[in-house]
């Protein structure tokens, strides 16, 4: 019964801060940004401003920038939030909204416009869910125009480029 008072203590903690995420991302006081491949990293538009990123599948918030988004909010309603952000990477991945290779390393390391970020990393779908918004099963098929420019390059080097049809 203790165990379970406490596992319920600490949800309790974890939904609040994805409710505030929540709210600061629907009022849009607070944005993620789409993440471009690049040759050795990656490009998004805004990169200093966001508090996280997204790409196909994943999304990464960074650690300190969404954690002092959130403690802002809660300071701004009259509210503390007074949970170390340590515990509270801790309490995501106990509860399964972490994907990480191990229980000890939480943080991952997301090379984004030649600077290298520290983030907590999500699956989209599980970020969907927490958002509140209905997962439809639909993935972006987009294709950046320098992808394209990429991969036709590649195959022009290759010498595929007239074989293709």
């Given at each position: 019964?203790?165990?379970?008072?406490?596992?319920?203590?600490?949800?309790?903690?974890?939904?609040?801060?994805?409710k505030?995420?929540?709210?600061?991302?629907?009022?849009k006081?607070?944005?993620?940004?789409l993440l471009l491949p690049?040759?050795?990293?990656?490009?998004?538009?805004?990169?200093k401003?966001?508090?996280?990123?997204?790409?196909?599948?994943?999304?990464?918030?960074?650690?300190?920038?969404?954690?002092?988004?959130v403690?802002?909010?809660?300071?701004?309603?009259g509210?503390?939030?007074?949970?170390?952000?340590?515990?509270?990477?801790?309490?995501?991945?106990?509860?399964?909204?972490?994907?990480?290779?191990?229980?000890?390393?939480?943080?991952?390391?997301?090379?984004?416009?030649?600077?290298?970020?520290?983030?907590?990393?999500l699956?989209?779908?599980?970020f969907?869910?927490?958002?509140?918004?209905?997962?439809?099963?639909?993935?972006?098929?987009?294709?950046?125009?320098?992808?394209?420019?990429?991969?036709?390059?590649?195959?022009?080097?290759?010498?595929?480029?007239?074989?293709?049809?």
């Amino acid at each position: 019964m203790t165990d379970q008072s406490e596992r319920i203590y600490e949800l309790d903690d974890v939904t609040r801060y994805l409710k505030a995420l929540r709210v600061l991302l629907d009022t849009k006081e607070a944005r993620i940004e789409l993440l471009l491949p690049r040759h050795d990293d990656y490009s998004a538009v805004d990169s200093k401003g966001a508090i996280g990123f997204m790409k196909k599948g994943v999304v990464y918030l960074k650690n300190d920038v969404a954690y002092q988004a959130v403690c802002a909010y809660y300071r701004r309603n009259g509210k503390d939030f007074a949970i170390a952000e340590s515990t509270l990477r801790r309490l995501l991945h106990s509860n399964g909204y972490i994907i990480s290779r191990s229980p000890k390393s939480l943080v991952h390391r997301l090379h984004v416009n030649r600077k290298t970020y520290q983030c907590v990393k999500l699956t989209e779908s599980g970020f969907k869910k927490l958002k509140g918004e209905k997962d439809d099963e639909c993935e972006r098929d987009e294709e950046f125009s320098s992808d394209r420019i990429v991969r036709e390059n590649a195959t022009n080097f290759i010498g595929r480029g007239d074989q293709a049809n």
